[in-house]
C-alpha cells in the first residue's frame, strides 16, 4: 500500500465510523463504543505508518482535480511534510484517548452515540485540515471542526450554560471565519491556485500584490480558531461541553488548526513585515491576559481554558519569530500535557462533585480519593510550568530561544521588534503560568476540611489513559530535541543557556512566591468555610447520583456553579491565593478583564437595537400598507353585500332605473347635448 492511500484513509477512517456510529446508535448500541474507538485507532496506526515512510525527508505530494472550475482549480491534493505528518499523529493520539477515556466518563449517557460520532467526524475534520494541500479542501475541515464544536460544547443542552456557550463558540468563529474566507480568495487570486505548493512558490517569487493584506485576513481567522486576542472569549465559556470534548479542542483538534495554518503558509506570512508585528503583538497580549486571568478563576476547567489560550500565544509568538518549528514543537508537547490536564479534571470534578476550586479547598484527602489523577495531574502541571526536565520545559524554551534570536538580531525573519516582545511576554508569562499550576494544585490536592466523598476508583479506561498521557508529558520534549532536529526544518531545538536560565528561574519564582501566598491564606480557609463563596454545600452535585457516570456529574456541577458559589469575582473569599497575589487586579481578571462587557457595548446591544428597528418597521409600516391593501376590498365588498337583500321588486327596481339611466344618456349623446 502507498504512502499516498495511507494518508488517503487517515481522515476517511474516522469518517466512515462516524457515519456507521450514527446509523447503528439506535438499532445495535452495542456496537457504538467499537465504532468509536477502533476507527480512530486505526487511523493512528496509519498515521505511525506515513511517519515512518515520510521519515522527515521530502513533502509527499499527490494531487487529482475534483472538478473543473474555469479559473482556479479546487484540486483534491495532499501534502505531507515532517510537520504534518507528526501533527497527525498527535491528533490520532488525543483522539484515541479521549474515545476510550469516553467510554467510561459518559458509560450512561443516553446520547453517547452522537457524541462518540461527532468526536470521530471532528478528528476526521482535523487530518483533513493537517493533510490538505489544496486550501479550499482544508476549510472544509476547517469548517467542520466549527460545526461538530457547537454541537460537542452543547451536548449538555438542557443546561443554559451549555447553550449559550454553543452558540457563543459558533458565533465568535464565524466572526473570524468570514475575514480569513476572503483572504483565501484573494490569496488564490494573486497566485493562480489554491495548492499550498503553488502559493508558496508565488510568494518566493515576488508574485503577490498584496501580502500585508492578505495576511491580516487571515489572521482574522486564525485569532477566532485558536482562540487568540481579541476573539478568544468563546473559549472558557466552551467549558460547559464534557470534559473529555475540552480535552480533544485543545489539545489537538480546532484550537491547534489556526497556529498549523500560519505555520504551514509562514512564509506568506514573513512577506509582510507589519503582518510578524502584528502576530507578535497578538501572542504577547493573548500570553500575559490570559496568564492573568487563569490566576483568578474559581473553575477548574477555566483555568485550563485560559492556560491554552495562553500557550497557544507561546506558538504564535514563535510563528511570529519565524521559527515555525519552535512553534510545532511546542504544539506538540503542549498537546500531550494538555490532554492530560482536562481529563485528570474531569476525574477530579466526578470525585469532588463540584468544579470550583474554592470548594476543593475545604475538601481533604481528595488526592487520596484519585491517586491516579493526583499523580499524572501534577505530572502535566510540571510540564505546563515548564520545570525540566518535563516535556514543557523543552518545548516553551525553543520559543523562548527563537525570540532571544530575532531580538538579539541572529536572524532576519522577522522585525527585532517582534522578537523583543515575544521573548518579554514569554518570561512574564512563564512567571504566571508556574503560579496558577502551583495554585490549581494547591487548591485542589491539599485542601483542609470535610472529608472529601469516596466513589471508589474510576474506571480503568479512564486511569490508563491517564498514565498514556502522562509518558509523552514527562519525556516528549527530551526525545524530540535529541531525535527529531531533521523533522522541525533542521533547527535546533537545543535550549539556549540565557533563556533556559531565565525561563526556569522566574516559573521556580512564581512558584515559590503562589506556595508562600498559599501558606498565608491556608489559616484563613480554617476560619472561613466558604465565605460568600459558597451559599451551599459543595457536595450537593453529587449527593443527588452518589454512583452517577462522571459526565452527569460533570453537567449537574456546572448547572448549579453559580447559584452555590455566586460570582467569585466578587465574592470575598480571603482563602484563595491568586487573590492576594493579583490584589485589585483580581476582579477585572477573574471577569475576562470585561472583554465580554464590551463586545456586549460595541456589538451585541447595536445589533439588537437594529433588530428592534427592523421588527418595529415590518409590523408597524410594512405590515400597515398590507393591512390597509386588504382592508379596501373588504370595505367594498361590505358596501355591495348591503346591496343584496334578496328581494326581487328592489332588483327590477334597480334594473328598470339603471335602463332609463342608460337611455337617456344615448339620448343625450345622439342629440349632441
Known amino acids: 500500500m502507498t504512502t499516498t492511500t495511507l494518508a488517503v484513509l487517515v481522515p476517511?477512517?474516522?469518517?466512515?465510523?462516524?457515519?456507521?456510529?450514527?446509523?447503528?446508535?439506535?438499532?445495535?448500541?452495542?456496537?457504538?463504543?467499537?465504532?468509536?474507538?477502533?476507527?480512530?485507532?486505526?487511523?493512528?496506526?496509519?498515521a505511525v505508518l506515513v511517519v515512518a515512510r515520510q521519515g522527515g525527508g521530502g513533502a509527499i505530494d499527490a494531487v487529482t482535480e475534483l472538478t473543473p472550475t474555469g479559473s482556479v482549480p479546487v484540486e483534491l491534493a495532499l501534502h505531507i511534510d515532517g510537520f504534518a505528518a507528526l501533527v497527525a499523529v498527535l491528533v490520532g493520539a488525543v483522539a484515541t484517548c479521549v474515545q476510550i477515556y469516553s467510554t467510561g466518563y459518559l458509560r450512561d449517557d443516553p446520547r453517547y452515540a452522537s457524541y462518540a460520532a461527532l468526536v470521530s467526524l471532528f478528528t476526521s475534520a482535523m487530518f483533513l485540515v493537517v493533510y490538505s494541500g489544496d486550501l479550499m479542501v482544508l476549510l472544509v475541515g476547517w469548517e467542520v471542526m466549527g460545526i461538530c464544536s457547537y454541537f460537542l460544547v452543547g451536548h449538555y443542552w438542557e443546561t443554559p450554560e451549555a447553550r449559550a456557550a454553543s452558540l457563543k463558540a459558533f458565533l465568535v468563529t464565524k466572526l473570524g471565519d468570514v475575514p480569513f474566507l476572503i483572504g483565501l480568495l484573494a490569496l488564490a487570486t494573486e497566485a493562480g491556485s489554491f495548492r499550498i505548493t503553488e502559493i508558496l512558490g508565488a510568494v518566493a517569487s515576488g508574485s503577490l500584490d498584496h501580502p500585508t493584506l492578505i495576511a491580516l485576513l487571515l489572521l482574522a481567522g486564525v485569532a477566532g480558531k485558536s482562540a487568540q486576542?481579541?476573539?478568544?472569549?468563546?473559549?472558557?465559556?466552551?467549558?460547559?461541553?464534557?470534559?473529555?470534548?475540552?480535552?480533544?479542542?485543545?489539545a489537538a483538534t480546532m484550537i491547534a488548526a489556526g497556529v498549523y495554518f500560519v505555520a504551514r503558509l509562514l512564509p506568506l506570512f514573513e512577506a509582510s513585515r507589519a503582518a510578524m508585528v502584528v502576530l507578535a503583538v497578538m501572542a504577547a497580549v493573548t500570553m500575559v491576559g490570559s496568564a492573568l486571568a487563569a490566576l483568578a478563576q474559581d473553575d477548574i476547567k477555566r483555568v485550563l481554558a485560559y492556560s491554552t489560550i495562553g500557550q497557544l500565544g507561546y506558538m504564535t509568538g514563535a510563528l511570529a519569530t519565524g521559527d515555525r518549528g519552535a512553534a510545532v514543537f511546542h504544539l506538540l508537547s503542549h498537546g500531550a500535557f494538555k490532554a492530560l490536564l482536562f481529563l485528570a479534571a474531569g476525574v477530579i470534578i466526578h470525585a469532588a462533585g463540584t468544579n470550583s476550586l474554592a470548594a476543593m479547598s475545604r475538601m481533604r484527602g481528595l488526592r487520596d480519593r484519585v491517586p491516579d489523577a493526583y499523580w499524572t495531574m501534577t505530572v502535566a502541571l510540571l510540564a505546563l510550568a515548564a520545570i525540566p526536565p518535563f516535556s514543557g520545559f523543552f518545548s516553551k524554551e525553543s520559543v523562548l530561544g527563537a525570540a532571544e534570536h530575532v531580538a538579539t538580531g541572529h536572524t532576519g525573519h522577522a522585525p527585532g521588534a517582534a522578537g523583543w516582545t515575544v521573548l518579554v511576554a514569554g518570561l512574564i508569562t512563564a512567571l504566571l503560568t508556574a503560579a496558577y499550576a502551583t495554585r490549581l494544585w494547591l487548591l485542589a490536592f491539599r485542601g483542609r476540611g470535610a472529608e472529601a466523598p469516596d466513589h471508589g476508583r474510576q474506571p480503568l479506561a479512564m486511569n490508563a489513559v491517564l498514565w498514556a498521557l502522562a509518558i509523552p508529558s514527562l519525556a516528549l520534549g527530551g526525545l524530540t530535541f535529541r531525535l527529531l532536529p531533521d523533522w522541525f526544518d533542521d533547527h535546533a531545538l537545543t535550549p539556549t543557556l540565557t533563556t533556559s536560565v531565565l525561563g526556569t528561574g522566574v516559573a521556580l519564582v512564581g512558584g515559590i512566591v503562589t506556595y508562600a501566598a498559599w501558606r498565608h491564606t491556608t489559616a484563613l480557609a480554617a476560619r472561613t468555610p466558604l465565605g460568600a463563596v459558597a451559599a451551599r454545600t459543595p457536595l450537593g452535585a453529587v449527593a443527588a447520583h452518589p454512583e452517577g457516570d462522571a459526565g452527569l456529574v460533570e453537567a449537574e456541577a456546572i448547572a448549579s456553579h453559580r447559584p452555590a458559589y455566586g460570582d467569585v469575582a466578587s465574592a470575598p473569599d480571603p482563602s484563595d491565593p491568586g487573590r492576594l497575589l493579583l490584589g485589585p487586579v483580581h476582579r477585572h481578571a477573574a471577569a475576562g478583564f470585561h472583554l465580554d462587557a464590551v463586545y456586549t457595548a460595541l456589538f451585541v446591544r447595536p445589533v439588537r437595537a437594529g433588530a428592534s428597528l427592523v421588527r418595529f418597521l415590518d409590523r408597524e409600516v410594512v405590515d400597515t400598507y398590507v393591512r390597509a391593501a386588504g382592508a379596501l376590498p373588504r370595505w367594498l365588498g361590505a358596501a355591495v353585500r348591503r346591496a343584496q337583500t334578496g328581494?326581487?321588486?328592489?332588483?327590477?327596481?334597480?334594473?328598470?332605473?339603471?335602463?332609463?339611466?342608460?337611455?337617456?344618456?344615448?339620448?343625450?349623446?345622439?342629440?349632441g347635448a
Not at 15 to 30: E, H, N, Q
Not at 231 to 247: E, F, I, R, Y
Open 12 to 46: 476517511l477512517l474516522p469518517f466512515l465510523g462516524a457515519a456507521a456510529g450514527l446509523l447503528l446508535g439506535r438499532t445495535a448500541p452495542g456496537f457504538v463504543r467499537p465504532l468509536a474507538v477502533l476507527p480512530t485507532l486505526a487511523a493512528l496506526v496509519l
Open 229 to 250: 486576542f481579541p476573539l478568544h472569549t468563546w473559549l472558557p465559556d466552551a467549558m460547559a461541553g464534557p470534559t473529555p470534548v475540552s480535552a480533544l479542542i485543545h
Open 647 to 671: 328581494n326581487v321588486q328592489t332588483y327590477v327596481s334597480a334594473l328598470l332605473a339603471g335602463t332609463v339611466v342608460l337611455a337617456v344618456a344615448a339620448v343625450l349623446v345622439a342629440t
